[in-house]
């Protein structure tokens, strides 16, 4: 896993990575809110999912990096301001691609460390 301050982690097990998924999310970032990402893949190779969540909000924007569709739960209702690493600027993500819960963002973070494949819910093409 990478969080916002560039750190990386490795993450064994489905408990561990939602005990540092909770960890995660619950720090403010440096811009002052709560909106940041994370990025899980395999050990030496490629991120392939990544989560811009904000726990205020209670939504997040779950992308499946190898082809950019986003998972959907719920409908679109506002946009999120993450920051994706403590060197860049807050960066907005649509609310059109802001469609699961943060416990929905949680348990496809869980699936994807504990089998290595893209986790099960519906995944859409990205709209732009």
Not at 29 to 39: K, N, V
Not at 52 to 61: K, L, N, P
Not at 100 to 128: E, K
């Amino acid at each position: 896993m990478t969080d916002i301050n560039a750190s990386e982690q490795t993450v064994t097990g489905a408990a561990k990575a939602g005990e540092l998924f909770d960890y995660s999310i619950q720090r403010a970032a440096p811009y002052g809110g709560f909106g940041q990402s994370l990025w899980f893949g395999p050990v030496g190779g490629d991120d392939e999912l990544r989560v811009d969540i904000d726990m205020e909000v209670g939504r997040a924007s779950v992308t499946w990096l190898p082809d950019g569709r986003y998972a959907v739960e719920l409908p679109a209702d506002q946009p999120l301001t993450v920051q994706w690493t403590v060197d860049d600027a807050p960066v907005e993500i649509p609310a059109e691609l802001v469609r699961v819960s943060t416990a929905t963002a949680r348990r496809l973070v869980t699936d994807y460390v504990a089998s290595g494949r893209r986790p099960l819910i519906d995944w859409v093409a990205n709209p732009s």
